[in-house]
C-alpha cells in the first residue's frame, strides 16, 4: 500500500528531533508499491529517508519524502554461510535482535546502532571495528531513473568509511533500497579487538555467543551515546579525521606542548601509512565537551555527539555549534572536520 500525507510533521522521523514538516510524505510497504509511484510527477527534491538517524533538517523540506516499509527477514540458504534477505524498512537494531536470537554471527557488534537496514547499507553504518559492508553479500534496488529492479554486488558498491555508491552526487537518489542479503555465519567469528571490548566480553565471565556480544555491546553504547528517544541526536556528528604521518606529528606537537612530554594521543595507524585521529579527543582538547549553545549542546560523555539539549533546540543552533566545533579544531590541530550526519 502506498500511502501518502501533505506538510506531514517530521519531528518523530528524524532523531534530532527537528521539528520541520514535509510537503509531501509517500510511505510504502512493499517492493511491488514502488512501481506504482509515479517518480518523475513528485514534488522536487525528493529524498528517500530511513530512520531518519543521519539527517539533520535545517528547514522545512519542499519537496517529497519516501519512506519504505519493507519488513521481512528471510533465510534464502543456510550452509557454511546463511544468507539472508532484509526488506529496506527493517529497523536494523531488530535484525541485529533477530541474528542473536538465531544464534547467526556477524552483525552482533553493529547492535544498537540506529536506522534501518535500506540506509544501512547506503552509509556503511560501523561500530566496535565491523563495518556493514563486511556482511554485505548484495543489495537490491529500484532504479527511478531506468524504472527497473536492479542488484549490486557488495564489491559493486564502492564501499569507505560511511561511504558507498549510493552517496555519490551523480547517483544520489536514483537507486532505492528495496533489501539487501547478507551473508552471516553459524561458525563462531567474534570480533573484540576494539578498544577494551574483549576485557568487557570476558569479564562476564561467559559463554562466547553472538547474544552475549550484543548485550555488552549495547551496554557499552547506553553509557556514551544518548539515547534517541531522551535526547535527540544523529550519533557521531563528524567523522573521523585521516592526516598525514607529518601532520600527526604537528598534532602530538600541540598536545604535548600543552599535557606534558609524555602525553599520548590517541589514533589507529592505518594500512596505507596515514593515521586515523579520533575526532572526539580533538573536540575534547578544544574545549566543547558538555558545552551548551541555546537549546544545542556537545554531549557530556561523547563530544562527538551533538545533541538536542532541550528537545527545542532549532537548527541553527545545531549549525551554529558545528561551525564553532569546525573552526576551533581547524585553529588549534589545522584539521578539517567533516560532518557524517546529512544537512538537508
Ligand atoms: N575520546 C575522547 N574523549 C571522549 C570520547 C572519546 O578523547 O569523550 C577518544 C578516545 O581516545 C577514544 C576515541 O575517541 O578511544 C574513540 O572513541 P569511541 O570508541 O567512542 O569511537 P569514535 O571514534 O568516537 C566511532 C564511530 C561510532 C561508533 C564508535 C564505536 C565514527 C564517526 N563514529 O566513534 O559510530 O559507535 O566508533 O565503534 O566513526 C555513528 O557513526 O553515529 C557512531 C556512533
Redesign the pocket.
Known sequence: MVNTTYYQDLTKMNTFGMKVKARCFIEYDSVADLVDIEFEELARPVLHIGGG??LLFTDDFKGTILHSKIDFIEILEDASDVLVSVGAGVVFDDFCAWAAKEGLWGVE?LSY??GEVGASAVQN?????VEVKDVIHRVYCYDTVEEEFVSFGVEECGYG??DSIFKDPEVKGRYIVTHVVFSLSRTPQPKLD??HLKEAVELTGAELAPALIRRVIIKI?KE??PEPSVMGS???F???PVVTVEHFARIEAVAKAEHGPDYKV?HYDLPDGTVKV????M???CGW?GKRSGGAAVYD?????IVNYTGEAYPEEIVGLERRIIASVKAKFDVELHP?VEHI
Request: aromatic share 14%; net charge positive.
Open positions: 538517524s543521519n557488534n546502532i540506529p553504518i560501523g561500530a566496535y571495528g568509511y560511511r576494539y578498544g553504547r556514551k551515546l544523529a550519533g557521531s563528524f567523522k573521523n590517541p579520533p575526532a572526539a579527543w573536540i575534547e582538547q565537551k560523555k561523547q563530544p562527538l555527539v557524517e
